[in-house]
């Protein structure tokens, strides 16, 4: 039997969950994989500032909108796994100016 997020179709942008998935195992997967997508993002955050460092000049502009998206993303994750885990949002959209 492999993992909950295994047993998920695609469907457009949707994800469908099959009857049989546990709510609380639905959770923990869903709090697993919002972790992982946590660190994904921190790690293509390093990723760029690495890319900058080495970047000409006239790169930076083009490089500093990627980040900001990336951050977006960052404030975003962590905005679903903090209601995801606590049931209260930490209202990071409303917190950070410009996140979208």
């Known amino acids: 039997m492999g993992s909950t997020a295994e047993k998920f179709s695609v469907v457009g942008s949707f994800f469908i969950c099959p009857k049989e998935v546990i709510c609380m195992d639905y959770n923990q997967e869903y709090i ?26 006239s790169a930076i502009p083009k490089l500093l909108e990627v980040m900001t998206d990336e951050l977006d993303h960052i404030a975003v994750i962590g905005d679903l796994l903090t209601e995801a885990m606590s049931g209260q949002s930490s209202d990071q959209e409303q917190l950070v100016p410009g996140v979208e």
């Open 32 to 57: 697993d994989l919002l972790k992982r997508s946590l660190a994904g993002e921190n790690e293509t955050v390093r990723l760029y500032l690495a890319v900058m460092a080495l970047a000409p000049n």
